[in-house]
């Protein structure tokens, strides 16, 4: 069974920086697919930003410009840094993975960002 434990959530005032992190219990080298989505009070949960097994990187409209994704494998994480923070993006954070050659997604349990006006 695999286990995403997400991190770096908190109270930021806009326009500030986070760096989220989702440590994933086995090893990331053969993650093809990884992602970040989240969901405010009241709607649906929705892409943050996300890299595909073709290598294609896909944003959310609203955080285009503002959200970067990584990964380190030597610590096993994929990382979310976040910047220019604005009170919208007030939301719990889920990190999305897959591995190479397998069907099932795994989703972290989720962390809360808010911002402050």
């Known amino acids: 069974q695999v286990q995403l434990v997400e991190s770096g959530g908190g109270l930021v005032q806009t326009g500030g920086s986070l760096k989220l992190s989702c440590a994933a219990s086995r090893s990331t080298v053969s993650m093809n697919y990884m992602g970040w989505y989240r969901q405010a009070p009241g709607k649906e949960r929705e892409l943050v930003v996300a890299?595909?097994?073709?290598?294609?990187?896909n944003y959310g409209d609203s955080v285009k410009g503002r959200v970067t994704i990584s990964r380190d494998d030597a610590k096993n994480t994929v990382y979310l840094q976040m910047v220019s923070l604005k009170p919208e993006d007030t939301a719990v954070y889920y990190c999305?993975?897959?591995?190479?050659?397998?069907?099932?997604?795994?989703w972290g349990q989720g962390t809360q960002v808010t911002v402050s006006s």
């Open positions: 999305n993975v897959r591995w190479s050659g397998e069907a099932n997604y795994y």
């Open positions: 890299v595909t097994s073709r290598g294609t990187t």
